[in-house]
């Protein structure tokens, strides 16, 4: 079974920066795409980027050119460095695979953006 831990959510002041982690275990990581989502209140969760296994990205509108992803095959681990945060981009984050999710989703990591 597929778990997903993410973590290096918080709070930050509109213009700052936080770099997210999610690690993947009981896949073959290395063979997936894999994207981070969020979920404002309110709001349907949504997919603002994910990277291929062979390192080809993708960005929504709303976080491109603040936003990368990476990622580390050897650690099984999918990095999002988010710069100029915006109140807009508060939300709960998550990451999972791209197209088909996996059914079990992690516990998400909270990012507020607030001053």
């Known amino acids: 079974q597929v778990q997903l831990v993410e973590s290096g959510g918080g709070l930050v002041q509109p213009g700052g920066s936080l770099r997210l982690s999610c690690v993947v275990s009981?896949?073959?990581?290395?063979?997936?795409?894999i994207g981070w989502y969020r979920q404002a209140p309110g709001n349907q969760r949504e997919l603002i980027t994910d990277?291929?296994?062979?390192?080809?990205?993708t960005y929504d509108t709303s976080v491109k050119g603040r936003f990368t992803i990476s990622r580390d095959n050897a650690k099984m681990t999918v990095y999002l460095q988010m710069n100029s945060l915006k109140p807009e981009d508060a939300a709960v984050y998550y990451c999972?695979?791209?197209?088909?999710?996996?059914?079990?989703w992690g516990q998400g990591t909270q990012v507020t953006v607030s001053s």
């Open positions: 999972n695979r791209v197209p088909l999710p996996w059914d079990s």
């Open positions: 990277i291929m296994h062979t390192g080809h990205t």
């Open positions: 009981g896949s073959d990581f290395r063979l997936q795409t």
